[in-house]
């Protein structure tokens, strides 16, 4: 069974997050930060966890950003995400988007 894609990326962030700040930031406290965004151009799924962990790391939220992306582009292409995100992109302040495979699309409309 296929591990939801919410919860997969969720994982994938925090061991990012970890990478980047040295601190362990539980999985369970990323998934309320997942949203749809408002425009079809910054992805299927975006994230800003790194927003507010910037914040209270007082560290520069777009460089974070950057940081917790270089980690988490082999994420990506292994494990439960392995060919189920197709890109993916910093964005604004912070913001981490994600853009779902077409395959990804097909499996989700086939359950």
Same mark, same amino acid.
């Given at each position: 069974?296929?591990?939801?894609?919410?919860?997969?990326?969720?994982?994938? &962030?925090?061991? %990012?997050? @970890?990478?980047?700040?040295?601190? #362990?930031?539980?999985?369970? $406290?990323?998934?309320?930060y997942?949203?749809?965004?408002?425009?079809?151009?910054?992805?299927?799924?975006s994230?800003?966890?790194? &927003?507010?962990? %910037?914040? @209270?790391?007082?560290?520069?939220? #777009?460089?974070?950003?950057? $940081?917790?992306?270089?980690?988490?582009e082999?994420?990506?292409?292994?494990?439960?995400?392995?060919?189920?995100?197709?890109?993916?992109?910093?964005?604004?302040?912070?913001?981490?988007?994600?853009?779902?495979?077409?395959?990804?699309?097909?499996?989700?409309?086939?359950?």
């Amino acid at each position: 069974m296929t591990v939801p894609i919410k919860q997969a990326l969720s994982k994938a &962030l925090a061991e %990012a997050l @970890e990478k980047a700040l040295g601190v #362990r930031i539980p999985q369970e $406290e990323i998934e309320p930060y997942f949203e749809v965004p408002r425009e079809e151009k910054f992805g299927d799924i975006s994230s800003n966890i790194v &927003l507010r962990v %910037a914040k @209270e790391h007082k560290k520069s939220p #777009r460089v974070l950003a950057q $940081e917790v992306h270089s980690y988490l582009e082999p994420l990506l292409k292994s494990g439960d995400l392995k060919g189920r995100i197709a890109k993916t992109a910093v964005e604004g302040p912070g913001f981490i988007n994600f853009y779902v495979s077409t395959q990804e699309i097909a499996q989700s409309a086939l359950e």
